[in-house]
């Protein structure tokens, strides 16, 4: 096996770190690039060799910002011509720079580019492992694929012990190959798969969630917050006041961070305020589900970008809609924290709108509704399970399931929902589906560490490994 160079994108440092070291043991020369102070310190005593995107273009960066902006545009379009780098569509797919004004979106994603193409070019890079979350990892990927590098990335599978690897399309790797197979007969359904579908079938929590939800002792978490808070203070404060200066891959906004901490402890009280907003379920009421996203997330920034207003996306959604029918818009349980009360008051008066609590159960609402309406989120491969017609806005693995209809523009909304009035899906289409979306998965853990601590394990690092050097 030949020695890869490999460069991790320091973004999740307590698994990169351990990533990284089992790449050296195996013969292997990783590197990391870090985007920002607070980054660093958890980096600080890695034998890796690193870069430091701020430091590095610190002082370039404040001549950068004396310009005018016409040469900035000028110069982002002869990179993008150059690379085949969607600019627009990366810097509007960024939940940390998104507070910041166009200009120094545009420095960010210049001098990223130049950061990215120097570092891959200098040191013989073979693989760059990162996510696709954010601006940092966009750049990344694209500069990656002009230069004939591999990217390699994964993300949570949905199902324990599951990882799945997709592009920035939201395409599964490997799922429309075994999907044909199994269409065209050249796989067929073993024994093994039988057994595996009574698992599919069932509509459970994914894995994510179910160990979120765990729940820890108050005095516990009390205790464990202020050990970090304490002895991470002072480091952290200067890392945040060296942010705030060039402010990347990270939010430096101390105004969000008080309103998280206030939010947190309101929370009790809201939800005893807020629940007088959400309507009740009525049994004899037609309605098609959607479940509103939790935001910013790539989940809508880089997945489902023309649909980030929500608020306007539910509007033009009720409006495309067979009269008689409601839309049953169910808040998200995390975004419910930080939920203005004036959003949910808009919501409520869209005409054929129901709002729906985020406690109400979504199987429950699944199994009644006459469709789906995602754009991405799980409840789109929980309706497929429930044999429901659904209607994919967004980029995501599902919507190749050909029972699945991706919809292009509003209007073809109400034609998709009236056609699939008479037709009644194929069961063994169901089964080819679920089963391919299983078989393209990967072994490999990648819940919170923090509740899930077998994350961090050497078992599961062989796994990560192996996607990053084999996939």
């Not at 320091?10 to 043991?25: D, M, S, T, V």
């Not at 989940?299 to 929500?310: E, G, H, K």
């Not at 080819?432 to 853990?445: A, I």
């Amino acid at each position: 096996m030949r020695s890869e160079n490999i460069l991790l994108l320091g973004l999740q440092p307590e698994l990169h770190i351990r990533i990284a070291k089992r790449l050296k043991e195996l013969g292997h020369n990783p590197m990391f690039t870090i985007f920002s102070k607070r980054h660093s310190l958890f980096y600080k005593n890695t034998e890796q060799k690193t870069f430091f995107y701020q430091q590095e273009n610190r002082e370039v960066y404040k001549e950068y910002l004396k310009k005018d902006i016409s040469l900035i545009d000028r110069e982002i379009k002869i990179l993008e011509n150059k690379y085949n780098i969607p600019y627009h569509f990366i810097i509007n797919s960024d939940r940390y720079i998104k507070v910041l004004n166009s200009k120094k979106k545009k420095i960010h994603a210049i001098l990223m580019t130049k950061h990215a193409l120097n570092i891959i070019s200098e040191n013989s890079i073979s693989i760059v492992y990162g996510e696709l979350a954010c601006m940092v990892d966009l750049i990344y990927y694209f500069v990656a694929k002009s230069q004939g590098v591999k990217y390699a990335t994964f993300a949570h599978g949905r199902y324990t012990n599951k990882l799945t690897i997709d592009d920035v399309y939201g395409q599964r790797q490997g799922l429309k190959k075994v999907y044909q197979e199994y269409k065209k007969g050249s796989r067929t359904i073993t024994d093994y798969d039988n057994r595996l579908l009574e698992s599919l079938l069932e509509n459970k929590t994914p894995d994510y969630e179910a160990v979120n939800r765990k729940a820890e002792k108050f005095s516990e978490v009390i205790t464990k917050e202020l050990r970090i808070k304490i002895v991470r203070l002072w480091p952290n404060l200067l890392a945040y006041f060296h942010d705030r200066k060039m402010p990347v891959a990270i939010d430096y906004r101390i105004g969000a961070k008080i309103l998280g901490v206030l939010n947190n402890m309101v929370f009790p009280l809201k939800k005893i305020l807020f629940k007088y907003n959400f309507s009740k379920t009525d049994p004899n009421d037609d309605y098609f589900l959607l479940p509103l996203h939790f935001q910013p997330e790539a989940s809508t920034l880089v997945f489902a970008q023309n649909y980030v207003d929500q608020l306007d996306h539910i509007k033009n959604c009720a409006r495309n809609i067979p009269l008689g029918t409601y839309l049953y818009v169910k808040e998200h349980p995390s975004m419910y924290r930080t939920r203005r009360l004036s959003e949910l008051r808009k919501l409520k008066r869209i005409e054929n709108v129901k709002l729906i609590s985020p406690y109400e159960n979504t199987f429950n609402l699944i199994k009644k509704a006459k469709g789906i309406i995602t754009l991405t989120n799980t409840t789109g491969i929980e309706g497929i399970v429930s044999k429901k017609p659904v209607y994919v806005f967004g980029n995501v693995f599902y919507d190749i399931y050909d029972f699945a209809d991706k919809i292009s523009n509003y209007g073809e909304l109400y034609d998709k929902i009236k056609k699939n009035e008479s037709i009644a899906i194929n069961d063994l289409n169901l089964k080819w589906f679920l089963l391919s979306s299983y078989h393209s998965l990967h072994e490999g853990n990648y819940n919170n560490f923090k509740k899930d601590p077998s994350v961090l394990g050497m078992e599961n690092i062989n796994k990560c490994v192996q996607i990053i050097l084999n996939n």
